[in-house]
Nanobody, 121 residues
Framework: QVQLEESGGGLVQPGGSLTLSCAAS????????MGWYRQAPGKQRELVAT???????NYASSVKGRFTISRVNALNAAYLQMNSLKPEDTAVYYC???????????????WGQGTQVTVSS
């Protein structure tokens, strides 16, 4: 079984910073892409940022220049450094991984349970 676990969410004031962590565990053969999505109340889940195993990154235009995604392949971990946070960044943030498990080697997407980020004064 493969599990993704997020941590680091919380309440922060506008203009503040927060770092989210995501750790993948279980019988993993290889992780191709890791990333973060978010879902605000009443809205659809949207892409925040992704990073490939070679370090290529992609960001939503709304977070470009403020958020930085990184990963440590040896730890099967990804991180999202969020700076200059705005109230509109308030959402549940979900980690995902596009990976091949040892059991099937079939490429599939796996999701974490989500962590709440609230930006408010």
């Amino acid at each position: 079984q493969v599990q993704l676990e997020e941590s680091g969410g919380g309440l922060v004031q506008p203009g503040g910073s927060l770092t989210l962590s995501c750790a993948a565990s279980g019988n993993i053969f290889t992780i191709l892409t890791m990333g973060w999505y978010r879902q605000a109340p009443g809205k659809q889940r949207e892409l925040v940022a992704t990073i490939t195993s070679s370090g290529d990154t992609n960001y939503a235009s709304s977070v470009k220049g403020r958020f930085t995604i990184s990963r440590v392949n040896a730890l099967n971990a990804a991180y999202l450094q969020m700076n200059s946070l705005k109230p509109e960044d308030t959402a549940v943030y979900y980690c995902y991984a596009d990976l091949r498990p040892v059991t099937t080697l079939r490429r599939d997407n796996y999701w974490g349970q989500g962590t709440q980020v609230t930006v408010s004064s």
